[in-house]
């Protein structure tokens, strides 16, 4: 299928005639990157649901305000980021538990979850990235699984491009050392 | 077509237009397979293919909540208004009594205690905003002397061996 210009999706939403089709085809073009993303942060498939509901709508709602300053990816991406982190911090408070107990705790959910592969390396790769603190583990992966640049991971987190390189080398590192000793 | 010619030469006919969408569909397909396991999670079957037509109901709903519906400002609801008016005093003499209230909180209120646990709850130095505050007025980089200079592979690999960054930041 083939890809229209961000800047051609954007011209289409802000002309009200044509703004349906225009957020038709910002959705279909961006639902399941956002998805995955999502997906990777809160881990539990109707949580990512819930939370790409959200996304769309502030993208709806904020996107007639777009100034172009970055690409329009990374700008939804940013929004995504932001809403997925939200919700795990609601969901820390209304469990009662910390960041980290959080991630420990779905992570060990993630063995019982029929929409995870049984793949071995995957789950250990996830129980290493559960150890991370919540930056480095967006940091690795943006970079690891979405196979963003740098300079776009560095956007979306609002951080200096050394500050990921940094970021990334050091979380890389870790998930190294705890996937040898474990 | 080359193709479609050959194929109705052998007997064979395919619809109008066929090739010509065959590759992107085929393409489309692929990636749909490829994209239904992603870091090793999965979705429920169909889940994209019926996302979109949920994600715009949401957002037409979304936008129909927050339409802006006037008062009603029948006459059968004058008996409002007093209510109305013993809700501003009740809310007046609240800001008042507050303002002249001396239960304010302040910094020195807290203790430590609760601080630590604020701080390492929030992962308070992973935030560079908080670290700028933090260190605001802080020389302790003005006042420290160098003796020893170190390459930046020194420095990577001290950085990779030290735990998180939060306890460099502590050091």
């Known amino acids: 299928m083939s890809k229209t210009p961000d800047q051609e999706i954007i011209s289409l939403i802000l002309n009200e005639a044509t703004a349906n089709k225009g957020f038709r085809l910002l959705v279909s073009q961006y639902q399941e990157q956002l998805y995955w993303q999502v997906r990777k942060i809160v881990i539990v498939h109707d949580d990512a649901d819930d939370v790409l509901q959200n996304v769309f709508i502030k993208i709806f709602k904020g996107v007639k305000n777009f100034k172009g300053d970055s690409k329009l990816s990374t700008w939804m991406f940013r929004i995504a980021y932001n809403e997925s982190m939200t919700f795990l911090t609601k969901k820390g408070k209304t469990l009662q538990i910390s960041s980290q107990e959080l991630q420990d705790h779905l992570t060990e959910k993630l063995e019982a979850d029929v929409y995870f592969t049984s793949d071995e390396i995957e789950l250990a790769l996830k129980k290493a990235l559960a150890q991370l603190p919540d930056r480095q583990r967006e940091v690795f992966n943006f970079r690891y699984y979405d196979d963003l640049k740098f300079k776009d991971i560095a956007t979306i987190l609002d951080l200096s491009e050394g500050a990921v390189k940094s970021t990334y080398h050091i979380a890389a590192k870790k998930v190294e050392q705890f996937i040898k000793v474990n | ?171």
């Not at chain 2, 507050?98 to 929030?122: H, P």
């Open chain 2, 1 to 171: 077509m080359k193709n479609n010619n050959q194929h109705t030469q052998a007997g064979f006919k395919v619809p109008e237009g066929y090739f010509d969408s065959l590759t992107d569909r085929v393409l489309e397909n692929t990636q749909k397979d490829e994209i239904v396991e992603h870091a090793g999670f999965s979705v429920p079957k169909d889940y994209f293919s019926t996302l979109e037509d949920r994600i715009l109901k949401e957002v037409q709903e979304d936008e129909k909540e927050v339409k802006v519906v006037t008062l009603q400002t029948s006459k059968n609801n004058t008996w409002l208004y007093p209510l109305l008016a013993m809700a501003a005093v009740f809310i007046g003499f609240v800001t008042i009594n507050s303002l002249f209230s001396k239960d304010e909180v302040t910094f020195a209120d807290l203790n430590d205690q609760e601080l630590r646990d604020y701080i390492v709850d929030v992962n308070f130095l992973q935030d560079e905003e908080s670290v700028e505050i933090l260190y605001a007025d802080n020389s302790i980089l003005n006042d420290t002397e160098i003796e020893q200079e170190f390459t930046d592979n020194e420095l990577l690999d001290y950085l990779m061996e030290d735990t998180t960054l939060d306890q460099i930041i502590r050091e």
